[in-house]
Nanobody, 116 residues
């Protein structure tokens, strides 16, 4: 059984930065992990993922602004977000295991609000 708990969300002005964290409880060391987000009235969308050997993948909308990383020793996943835009406002979800972009385990989400 895997449980994922996100933290680090909040409110920030456009151009600002935030770092999201995801604590994983259960065995995820050999799993790909990732971040998705869902804005009001929109479908959940892929943001970024990282494999067990630290190969990363980003959506075009965040490429160059967000950095995903993981600490397997601490069972943590991170998303460092820079140059935030109002369009980045969403609930951000941590995900783990399964196929690339088809994750099995999900966290409860953390709200990120970017104001102009």
């Amino acid at each position: 059984q895997v449980r994922l708990v996100e933290s680090g969300g909040g409110s920030v002005s456009s151009g600002g930065s935030l770092k999201l964290s995801c604590a994983a409880f259960g065995y995820v060391r050999h799993c790909r992990m990732g971040w998705y987000r869902q804005a009001p009235g929109k479908e959940r969308e892929f943001v970024s993922s990282i494999s067990s050997d630290d190969t990363t993948d980003y959506s075009d909308s965040v490429q160059g602004r967000f950095t995903i990383s993981r600490d397997n020793a601490q069972s943590m996943l991170y998303l460092q977000m820079y140059s935030l835009k109002t369009d980045d406002t969403a609930v951000y979800y941590c995900a783990a295991c399964g196929l690339p972009r088809a994750f099995v385990h999900w966290g409860q989400g953390t709200q990120v609000t970017v104001s102009s």
